[in-house]
């Protein structure tokens, strides 16, 4: 079985999350030679299979074989890995089973490493992600096998194949400001207090305000309001409290505590609660480690060019691992329609892929 016949078997195989499509099982009988270990949590399939070639470092290549649904608007069937004018089409082409199935290749024809080579896969990465490759690390610090870097396959080029690697991820703070005023009728707006005018003087200072400047490896990180609402949708009566949802994709140069001194100074005179939530933390892995000085070489290899080190867009299970203080960066196929209908990838895009990260085996 060559990349392009693994790959179209993945997309054959329903893994919606959270479920593998059996995928898991077939990988770990696909790498022979790998010692597989299930780490399996609450409904939620992981597996941890690795390779000891010698004393050297540990290199593992991380992703998720799980899918979103497929939804409406197909050209064709999301799961039947159509291909057409030298593209595949399917659900999970780009996220992340092209991915996947380069990697997978790449670990199954290795055959000389002068450390340990390993893949580590969830099915629960589109999902909550509480089960997957958390639960998978902490098995592997357990037991003494956490990787030195770590490669994660999902799509990260932006316009053409290798023009950018993400050496890092914004994190995620989710934020609740209410606005506590007193209820009254609209005729008397001298006996009430009303949070929809005391919010409207802040609002401007609030709303899409930045929270630090950036640095070389982040955008300025942004409050961005995503909702606001008060009242009882009549016109007769000031509402008692207004409630603002926002969201802000932070570098690390901004914090839970940074947000909460901005609200306060902003917010100063006016009678409030606010709730944060970081569901993403932001992490870097400077270019100059090995790891991404490596895949830069392979890729210039493989595509001529050098990429971009970014760390635009969501977040993935990279952030994870990062947490353990390893080296972690990511590399995939071109993302420009994941999770959408008639998501594909090209043919070259996988093939390219699989070389870049055999060379990167090779040379590591």
């Not at 329903?14 to 099982?25: H, N, V």
């Not at 010692?35 to 470092?57: C, M, P, S």
């Not at 594909?344 to 055999?358: A, G, I």
Request: aromatic residues 8%; glycine residues 10%; negative net charge.
């Amino acid at each position: 079985m060559n990349v392009i016949e693994l790959f179209k078997k993945m997309i054959e195989s329903k893994s919606q999350t959270p479920e593998d499509g059996g995928l898991l099982d077939f990988i770990a009988q696909y790498l022979e030679g790998f010692t597989a270990i299930r780490v399996d949590v609450n409904g939620v399939k992981n597996l941890f299979a690795y390779r000891v070639f010698g004393e050297g470092g540990h290199l593992c290549f991380a992703g998720h074989v799980d899918v979103v649904p497929a939804g409406d608007g197909w050209e064709s069937d999301p799961y039947s890995a159509l291909e057409k004018e030298g593209y595949i089409y399917g659900r999970g082409a780009q996220d992340m089973k092209s991915g996947v199935s380069a990697f997978t290749q790449a670990l199954k024809e290795a055959q000389n490493f002068n450390g340990t080579l390993s893949i580590l896969l969830t099915s629960d990465e589109e999902g909550p992600a509480k089960f997957g490759t958390v639960e998978v690390l902490k098995y592997l610090q357990e037991h003494d096998l956490l990787p030195d870097a770590v490669v994660v396959a999902e799509p990260t080029c932006e316009t053409i194949f290798g023009d950018a690697i993400k050496v890092g991820r914004r994190g995620s703070i989710n934020g609740v400001l209410e606005v506590l005023g007193r209820q009254g009728h609209a005729a008397y707006p001298e006996k009430a207090i009303n949070p929809i005018h005391q919010i409207s003087t802040v609002l401007p200072t609030l709303a899409g305000a930045f929270l630090d400047e950036g640095d070389e490896y982040f955008a300025p990180s942004q409050l961005v309001v995503t909702d606001i609402r008060s009242g009882m949708e009549v016109t007769n009566v000031s509402p008692g409290k207004l409630k603002m949802m926002f969201n802000v994709r932070n570098s690390t140069n901004t914090t839970l505590e940074s947000i909460t001194a901005f609200i306060a100074t902003t917010c100063e005179g006016l009678d409030y609660t606010l709730e944060l939530d970081q569901s993403a933390i932001p992490f870097v892995t400077d270019a100059s480690t090995s790891i991404v000085m490596q895949l830069q070489r392979a890729i210039t290899e493989i595509c001529g060019k050098a990429a971009k080190n970014s760390t635009a867009g969501g977040t993935s299970d990279a952030r994870f691992v990062a947490q353990y203080g390893i080296d972690v960066i990511e590399f995939g196929v071109i993302n420009d329609t994941i999770h959408a209908p008639n998501e594909r990838t090209s043919v070259r895009e996988v093939e390219d892929l699989y070389r870049v990260f055999s060379t990167l085996i090779r040379n590591f």
